[in-house]
């Protein structure tokens, strides 16, 4: 079976009760996190300045008692996630710091020992030509090349959606063709593949993607994923099948999921990015829902992986 992990949101912040949580990641046959290096911000209770520390100050302040934890329950970190957004249009201090924190967050991904960080497009697209736009993005993750040589580890880009006076619109990467020429391009610049793709099936439905086309289109490109239900109209990342489109059908086409991801081979993990479905459900029911999502990630494997 695939292995399945997930984003848990009560275990962002710095007073949370991890171990609780991996307990019952535990007990539930859960293999593990979609660790978010976003959490280290100052909503969580760190420090404003956080990526200010040096990475070796990082792990011995705050990763290096978590990353014991995690092998004590035998829990292994399948994908990181760098802080976003990743570059804002006309601030230029503010983008050399974003740029260190996705520095930073390939050497912690390496240290949590995963292979993977999912690192977001810039999707400036209100601000900035198609032409200009791509030509920000290849500036960006080329400064990111070495660092992801040096530490061994795959930099994923997202297909993303973007929002204006109410509308969504898909944004950077939304487009299958355009992720792969992205990430082709990037790893002919690296002389080596550095580069991969996170497919966001909330992202997908959201914009109106058929998902088994995008993901045959991507092809082995794929090296993670981020699976969550949503409405038409908001980012919800909560649980799959808890949104229904007309009548008794779900909203978001898994099948199709299904499907693409059978026709291309996957064999990464099935990664749920519902955290908002830990806040939503009342905490005593948390240990139940932990075995939702297992039982689901089971059947996604099933159909995954069938002959």
Known sequence: MLKISLLNAKINKIDSDREKYFQMYKEAGIDGLDYSINKFTEKNGYAPNFFAMSTDEI????????????????LEVCQTHAPFPTWRYGDEEGNKLRLTEAKKSIELTAYLGSKYVIVHPITESFALAPDELRKQNLEFYSALIETAKRCGVT????????????????CTCADAYEACDYIDTLNQMAGEECFGFCYDVGHATLCGKYMKNQLIALGSRIKALHIHDVSKMADLHTLPYSQMGNGA?????????????HAIGYRGAINFEAHNAFEVFPEDTHGALLKLFHAIGAYFSDEITAE
Request: hydrophobic share 35%; glycine share 6%; proline share 2%.
């Open 59 to 74: 792990i011995e302040k705050h990763l290096a008692k978590e990353k014991e934890e995690l092998d004590r329950y035998g």
């Open 155 to 170: 930099i994923c880009l997202e297909n993303m959606w973007i929002s204006r006076n109410g509308n969504i619109f898909e």
């Open 249 to 261: 059908t779900p909203l978001t086409d898994y099948r199709s999921m299904l499907l693409g991801l």
